[in-house]
């Protein structure tokens, strides 16, 4: 089977993120786990309890927030695409993905996970991990080899310079068997409501 990607025969070394991420990870929940119990000593556990609880309401209300922005940024886009309007595109950084993030890891028990949360709560911190993380996916789609799933990606994403989308259908030749040569003078609907 062949799908347009070379296959070689010299093993795939494996690549640093799936050696350490792992590890990152277990480091972080004994550090988290070290921190809850480093505050429980000095302020009691009704305090941390309170610090937990807090992070959850926060990072709910968080959450609740963006999506309705994220809902009223949909319809906004809808309302102006029926209208003929050109949507107007968002700047890295100015979506609703990286404040739900942030809802997501106040959310999360742990200390560290509230700093990042609310870390992540602040447009600057936002607007410069968008930017960074735009450009380094962009940078993996204009590398990828072809036949991969980032080629196609790539290719999807090419737009037109007038930004005008042409409406039509696909006639095969074998829905035409048995007709007569010539343009088709069937009454067909219109494509937009």
Known sequence: MTTGVPTSTAPRRRS?????????????????????????????????????????????????????????????????????????????????????????????????????????????????IGRRATRSLERKMASAPAGTFGDAFQQARIHYPDGKVVQGEVIRDEDRSGRQDGPDTTYRPPLTP
Request: glycine residues 12%.
């Open 16 to 128: 640093p993120a799936r050696t350490f991420l792992p590890l990152a990870v277990a480091a972080w929940l004994i550090l988290e786990i070290w921190l809850l119990t480093v505050v429980a000593d000095v302020a009691g556990g009704l305090a941390v309890a309170a610090l937990l609880a807090g992070g959850i309401v926060l990072g709910a209300v968080v959450i609740k927030r963006a999506g309705r922005r994220a809902f009223k940024n949909l319809s906004d886009t809808f309302q102006q695409a029926q209208q003929g309007q050109q949507p107007t595109p968002q700047q890295p950084g100015r979506g609703n993905g990286l404040t739900m993030l942030a809802g997501l890891l106040l959310m999360m028990p742990g200390l560290l996970s509230d700093v990042a949360g609310l870390f992540l709560l602040l447009p600057p911190v936002r607007a410069w």
